[in-house]
């Protein structure tokens, strides 16, 4: 009964190629994000979604496109891979934007 | 902009020391504070919240009081245990965007 989870949980793969990273959950929350950390722990927000909807789209590349079907669904796919997207990216919940996050347990993506 | 500074790691200390982990604000409006915990190989857990100033969040031995005046949250345990050993981020949620800090990383020895 994980609550936020993420799949896969390790994902390496080449330069240039392109991949998705999965996440739901299962709380009902409305609002979903995406984080990158690096390799120094720092965490930046990329994305936000509330009910479906764009609210936070932070200077990432465009090469990085989320997706929303549903409400318990915030997928992230990533085009043309290159060296600095290696990271761990997490997905979160919250009932609302001001309430505390849960988040899943990340996904270690590693570029060769 | 909002940003959180926290205390550089890394931390390390003998089982049941005294721990303090400092954290400052910067922003708009009056924001909610957060700490969060990571444990290795995990994702980000709430750890305790404030709300508003004087508020003072506490949980598993671990405490933090909202320091309007000195725009503030520090985080203090009396009595660390080896299983507190993961990083501890810092947060601020204001404008609809949740800002970490840069976390430390805390090692507790047996």
């Known amino acids: 009964d994980t609550a936020v989870s993420q799949t896969p949980k390790y994902l390496v793969t080449q330069m240039g190629n392109d991949k998705s990273i999965k996440c739901e959950q299962n709380?009902?929350?409305?609002?979903m994000y995406w984080y990158k950390q690096d390799s120094k722990k720092f965490l930046k927000i990329m994305f936000s979604y509330n009910n479906k909807e764009l609210i936070i789209n932070e200077t990432v590349p465009n090469r990085f496109s989320p997706k929303s079907p549903d409400k318990a669904h915030l997928n992230l796919h990533i085009n043309s891979l290159e060296l600095g997207d290696s990271a761990v990216y997490f997905c979160?919940?919250?009932?609302?934007?001001?309430?505390?996050?849960?988040f899943g347990d990340g996904t270690r993506l590693s570029i060769l | 902009g909002n940003s959180v500074t926290q205390m550089e790691g890394p931390v390390t200390l003998s089982e049941e020391a005294f721990l303090t982990i400092n954290c400052t604000y910067t922003a708009t409006g009056y924001p909610s504070l957060f700490w969060y915990v990571q444990y290795p190989g995990e994702g980000l857990q709430l750890l305790l919240k404030a709300t508003k100033a004087d508020d003072k969040g506490s949980n598993k031995g671990f405490e933090a009081t909202y320091r309007k005046e000195t725009t503030s949250f520090h985080l203090e345990k009396g009595s660390v245990q080896v299983s507190d050993s993961a990083v501890y981020f810092c947060?601020?949620?204001?404008?609809?965007?949740?800002?970490f800090g840069s976390g430390t990383q805390l090692t507790v020895l047996p």
């Open positions: 947060a601020l949620y204001t404008a609809r965007q949740l800002t």
């Open positions: 709380l009902g929350h409305d609002t």
């Open positions: 979160a919940s919250s009932p609302t934007g001001s309430q505390p996050q849960h």
